[in-house]
T-cell receptor, first 112, second 119 residues
């Protein structure tokens, strides 16, 4: 069974701070997706990375896929209260017919 | 913006009762997923369908759970009989997968979930 461990589990920071969330596995994934989930809503896709070493930027968010495709990170610069939510990584593999393995989640709270 | 619609949004019922959750996937999407989310277990895949055919329901307790797609616009998840340990938020997600070999790259679009409480 492939597992994705995220760290930290919880993070409470003030507006303007930087933070990094990690997503680690002992297994190789063909791709990694990151989702954000706000209270009372379903997860929403932020980004998909498919190549080892790939870096993608989405405004203040920077996503990186590890060279060995076993890990990923999400860095947020100058966090804002609107970044508050549950961040989930999800790994996919060839042959799993579009099934994703979701990580354990990182709950982020950004306060003023 | 097209959205996945789930009903009901909230359900409170007593142990032993039948529960039916419904999902309307985004029009044109051919893959539908059912997930369960709890604080302890996180987001778990229960079952999923491609072109209305079940592909994998290994995450689902077969003795009490059943998932179906009567037509392309409706997916259902039933629990009978329900138990307190079934209390969770159930999500439906849909996606468009044209090539099963690379379908894992495609985004999954989630509904807002059904919050189920079994007393």
């Amino acid at each position: 069974t492939q597992l994705l461990e995220q760290s930290p589990q919880f993070l409470s920071i003030q507006e303007g701070e930087n933070l990094t969330v990690y997503c680690n596995s002992s297994s190789v994934f063909s791709s990694l997706q990151w989702y954000r989930q706000e209270p009372g809503e379903g997860p929403v896709l932020l980004v998909t990375v498919v190549t080892g070493g790939e870096v993608k930027k989405l405004k203040r968010l920077t996503f990186q896929f590890g060279d060995a495709r076993k890990d990923s990170s999400l860095h947020i610069t100058a966090a804002q209260p609107g970044d508050t939510g549950l961040y989930l990584c999800a790994g996919g593999n060839t042959g799993t017919a579009s099934k994703l393995t979701f990580g354990t989640g990182t709950r982020l709270q950004v306060t003023l | 913006d097209a959205r996945v619609t789930q009903t009901p949004r909230h359900k409170v019922t007593e142990m032993g009762q039948e529960v039916t959750m419904r999902c309307q996937p985004i029009l044109g999407h051919n893959t539908v997923f059912w997930y369960r989310q709890t604080m302890m277990q996180g987001l778990e895949l229960l079952a999923y369908f491609r072109n209305r055919a079940p592909l994998d329901d290994s995450g689902m307790p077969k003795d009490r759970f059943s998932a179906e797609m009567p037509d392309a616009t409706l997916a259902t998840l039933k629990i009978q009989p329900s138990e307190p340990r079934d209390s969770a938020v159930y999500f439906c997600a849909s996606g468009l997968v044209l090539d099963g070999r690379t379908g894992y790259n495609q985004p999954q679009h989630f509904g807002d979930g059904t919050r189920l409480s079994i007393l």
